[in-house]
């Protein structure tokens, strides 16, 4: 157990006398596919990481229209803003695939927090990169061009893992066109012109990067030559 939260970004560097504190807070939940994890508005009584599977956060309008969020995978917490707040959850959380997930307690991960002053540094990390992943996501659906949000989602594929030229969507077209905030026939419309730029080679789901450069331009530009 001590192995599998030391990988977890949050849990880093942490002493051997806290990770053994945290072994004995956090309970393991399994999750069926399209089961809710929490839904908007319920009380924020512990945070969640993802320890297998994918994790979808989303919002839904009064006409019933779901906006993703975020998409979450393994090592990735969630529904964290409430510890600190003890408010409600803002949105919604439900596995996208089957998945195992650590629950954490509010009332005792805050005790925890206050004695561990590298587990209170790691959660401010931790949210401090939460608020820019926010900020790009409005700037990417407010200012910019459909094509520079899928261009732009590429290369945060590609970063995820190291810069790789060679990415697999983890979502579908459907959940990507929702994430992204266009069309699913908008979605492979832009895939298309960028094969034809030469900018991309698409494989099903796998997607391989042939023009890094020029990929980056049109994340900038949202336009394709």
Not at 83 to 109: H, N, Y
């Amino acid at each position: 157990m001590i192995e599998k939260l030391n990988a977890i970004p949050l849990f880093s560097n942490l002493k051997q006398e806290h990770f053994l504190k945290i072994v004995h807070l956090v309970k393991h939940i399994e999750f069926k596919k399209g089961r809710m994890i929490f839904n908007e508005g319920e009380p924020g009584n512990g945070f969640y990481i993802v320890e297998t599977g994918k994790v979808k956060i989303f919002k839904l309008s009064f006409e019933g229209k779901e906006q993703i969020l975020h998409i979450y995978g393994p090592g990735k917490p969630f529904g964290e803003v409430p510890v600190f707040e003890g408010t409600k959850f803002p949105a919604s959380a439900m596995a996208m695939v089957k998945s195992q997930i650590i629950f954490i307690p509010r009332d005792k991960f805050v005790n925890l927090i206050a004695e561990t002053p590298g587990l209170a540094m790691n959660m401010l990390g931790m949210l401090s990169m939460r608020l820019r992943e926010f900020t790009i996501q409005i700037e990417n659906l407010s200012l910019k061009e459909v094509p520079a949000r899928i261009a732009s989602y590429i290369i945060t594929l590609s970063k995820e893992h190291g810069g790789i030229k060679q990415v697999t969507l983890p979502i579908s077209k459907l959940q990507l066109a929702n994430l992204i905030g266009t069309t699913p026939e908008t979605v492979s419309r832009i895939l298309k012109k960028m094969i034809d730029a030469l900018l991309i080679k698409v494989d099903g789901r796998t997607i391989t990067i042939s023009n890094y450069d020029g990929l980056i331009d049109l994340s900038d530009s949202g336009r394709i030559e």
